[in-house]
């Protein structure tokens, strides 16, 4: 029988992995971390346009897409945003609120990193870069990895290698494959909060207003968000279409709302009763932007005085703003996704320990797992608190 190394592998160098390090390292696991990468926390650096969104004030599950909904709600009690912003607090991080609860660093995401690897460091975490994983098994209870450095051995084994979100930046679907290995199941995987193409049609028809970021509020099924929608030379992308992205299949329609907080056939019906002679560009120019109104109402309507209008006219007009509705082509796919939906079947894990079922000492934490968070600082949250609950047994 082989003696184990080390107590602990995990496998990726991101938020979770790091965390469960942490936390295992403190419980005097011996604990080894491996990432492919050639350096620890690509996507802590590169998230929040570098000033790294790593909670928010308000966290439910709820604010979570899984099969299984119940299944981050142990491990989101156990390790709270308030526990995280205390780890920040004592490292003497500056922070900010942004809209909805949103917490973001002053300074740069490195500092959340820097924390982490700080942690890591104090608890004698072995962090072991540019090393692929070229085959690994279980035999008499030790897992077994072979790299180019050789054989590496360890009594529990985490995968926290994340998803297939953002290739460029090394991800890769090793986590799904590890868990097939051993019998796990896979939820389908898809990119989520992920920019919204167009078709053909209406591509060619609003890529010109490449830029134009208006506040909306858009559907698709039951669920709703508020928020910019930002026009691409693509197609859709700004917060509320990253948003409803992660909601979104393939051949729905969007309902969009271009002014949730007013109520043009209102605006127009008094406009008409006070006899203006305004034209309908003039009075909707005050509420939208001029080039969008252009790409969604017929010209030949936009200079006619408002006193003009009909009573149909003006429920067409209203209706075209208010419950404006789009087929997407597509998503951009894996390639700009800020998450990947899908994942390791929680079904087969312990909520309680991270747990595989089947497999006691193989662990699965973060977004390799079937749980998805909303845009906002959710799926950092997910990251401490699924790495925090496996440190505690790992």
């Not at 951009?332 to 747990?355: F, H, M, P, Q």
């Not at 497999?359 to 997910?382: A, K, R, T």
Request: net charge neutral; aromatic share 8%.
């Amino acid at each position: 029988m082989v003696m184990p190394v080390f107590d602990v592998i995990i496998i990726g160098a991101g938020a979770a992995g790091l965390m469960c390090a942490i936390e295992a390292g403190k419980r005097g696991r011996k604990v080894l971390i491996l990432d492919h990468a050639n350096k620890a926390g690509k996507k802590i650096l590169m998230s929040g346009g570098g000033r790294c969104n790593f909670t928010n004030y308000s966290v439910a599950a709820e604010n979570y897409l899984s099969r299984n909904p119940h299944f981050c709600k142990s491990a989101l009690s156990r390790y709270t945003q308030w526990d995280f912003l205390a780890l920040v607090n004592a490292h003497r991080i500056a922070y900010h609120e942004r809209l909805h609860g949103q917490l973001f660093c002053d300074d740069s995401a490195k500092d959340i990193l820097t924390m982490l690897l700080t942690e890591c460091a104090a608890v004698g975490v072995t962090v072991q870069l540019d090393t692929r994983i070229d085959q690994l098994d279980q035999q008499d209870g030790t897992f077994r990895l072979s790299t180019a450095h050789g054989i590496l051995t360890a009594q529990s084994l985490v995968i926290a290698s994340g998803g297939l979100s953002i290739p460029k930046m090394g991800a890769t679907p090793f986590g799904y494959k590890v868990a097939e290995q051993f019998g796990l199941a896979i939820v389908p995987t898809r990119a989520g909060l992920v920019p919204l193409t167009l078709q053909p049609q209406d591509k060619d028809l609003f890529a010109p207003l490449s830029g134009i970021a208006v506040p909306c509020s858009i559907s698709a099924g039951q669920r709703q968000f508020k928020g910019n929608l930002l026009f691409t030379h693509r197609g859709l992308s700004g917060p509320c279409v990253l948003q409803i992205s992660s909601y979104w299949q393939p051949g729905a329609t969007l309902h969009i709302n271009l002014l949730p907080e007013g109520d043009i056939a209102d605006l127009l019906s008094t406009q008409k009763a006070q006899q203006s002679r305004l034209m309908l560009k003039t009075v909707l120019a005050e509420q939208l932007p001029k080039r969008l109104l252009s790409a969604l109402i017929p010209e030949d309507l936009l200079i006619t005085p408002v006193q003009a209008l009909t009573h149909k006219q003006v429920q067409a007009i209203s209706d075209q703003l208010h419950h404006w509705q789009l087929k997407p082509n597509a998503t951009e796919g894996y390639r700009t996704a800020e998450v990947t939906i899908g994942g390791v079947d929680c079904n087969d894990i312990s909520s309680k320990t991270l747990a595989s079922l089947k497999h006691p000492n193989l662990y699965f934490i973060g977004e390799v797992l079937d749980v998805s968070g909303w845009l906002g600082g959710y799926n950092f949250q997910w990251a401490w608190s699924s790495g925090w609950c496996a440190g505690q047994y790992v």
